[in-house]
């Protein structure tokens, strides 16, 4: 009887090589096309290197290099798709951006404009102070105002009647006064003559339009030159008898209307 010819198993395995060979080249042209989505040289050089390293190995040295490429290299190059992706979508809009820009500036300004309040009441306070020390008299005061700091100086205290010469006393008393309104002295500041109703006479002040406006440049040159307030941010206006802060029927009326006023603007 004629012996059956055993059959090689290694001849029944060897369709396995062609198939290995097969998905090898799959994988690796699939890599190349993801990458291919967004190129980057220096990767594509890398994929290219890593592709012809594959083909110079052994089937089973393939399927492991193939794996150990794809797995690392895959994520690798997704990955700046991924962050570009996530960028793009947590990007803010231009006027989502511009109004979160205004409103953080606007918090800013009202943060520093609550700061400038606090600081213009405590120098109001130490000048009121000051003043009471100095006895520049009852209608000498500050006070904070919507459009700064107000200091008002009796004239009583300051002139002699008719005149727009500081006196002595008065002139040492404004010296205490410097140094706090010194601290402002970045702000813009209008010194205001005023008088009462009482008509000028004199030669030197033919009105009280005249008298205020003497007066005026007289407190603010006693503070340039002590270097309380900036020459090229400070001004006068002169009054007269406009604007009373009292009436003028009475003489406690009128000594309250003839002031100069200092207004430091915010």
């Known amino acids: 009887?004629?012996?059956?010819?055993?059959?090689?198993?290694?001849?029944?395995?060897?369709?396995?090589?062609?198939?290995?060979?097969?998905?090898?080249?799959?994988?690796?042209?699939?890599?190349?096309?993801?990458?291919?989505?967004?190129?980057?040289?220096?990767?594509?050089?890398?994929?290219?290197?890593?592709?012809?390293?594959?083909?110079?190995?052994?089937?089973?040295?393939?399927?492991?290099?193939?794996?150990?490429?794809?797995?690392?290299?895959?994520?690798?190059?997704?990955?700046?798709s991924v962050n570009n992706k996530e960028k793009d979508s947590q990007a803010p809009d231009p006027k989502t951006k511009k109004a979160a820009i205004k409103q953080e500036n606007g918090v800013k300004g009202s943060i520093s404009q609550q700061n400038q309040e606090q600081r213009l009441k405590e120098?109001?306070?130490?000048?009121?102070?000051?003043?009471?020390?100095?006895?520049?008299?009852?209608?000498t005061k500050a006070s904070i105002k919507s459009d700064g700091l107000h200091l008002n100086l009796d004239s009583n205290i300051l002139f002699d009647s008719g005149s727009a010469d500081l006196t002595a006393d008065s002139a040492a008393a404004l010296k205490e006064l410097g140094p706090k309104i010194q601290q402002l002295k970045e702000n813009e500041v209008i010194i205001a003559g005023y008088t009462d109703n009482v008509p000028q006479e004199s030669k030197d002040y033919p009105s009280n339009w005249e008298l205020s406006a003497a007066r005026a440049v007289s407190v603010m040159r006693f503070f340039v030159q002590q270097k309380a307030v900036t020459e090229g941010n400070v001004s006068i206006e002169a009054f007269g008898?406009?604007?009373?802060?009292?009436?003028?029927?009475?003489?406690?009326?009128?000594?309250?209307?003839r002031r100069v006023e200092l207004v430091i603007k915010k």
């Open 241 to 257: 008898e406009n604007n009373p802060k009292a009436t003028n029927d009475t003489p406690a009326g009128r000594a309250k209307n």
């Open 1 to 80: 009887m004629r012996k059956k010819k055993k059959k090689n198993d290694s001849d029944s395995e060897a369709w396995m090589l062609p198939y290995s060979d097969m998905l090898t080249l799959l994988l690796a042209l699939f890599i190349v096309m993801f990458s291919s989505a967004k190129v980057d040289d220096s990767k594509f050089q890398k994929i290219s290197s890593e592709f012809g390293s594959i083909m110079a190995l052994s089937p089973e040295q393939q399927n492991h290099k193939s794996a150990a490429v794809g797995g690392s290299n895959a994520i690798e190059l997704d990955s700046p």
């Open 123 to 139: 120098i109001a306070k130490s000048l009121n102070q000051t003043a009471a020390e100095m006895n520049l008299g009852k209608n």
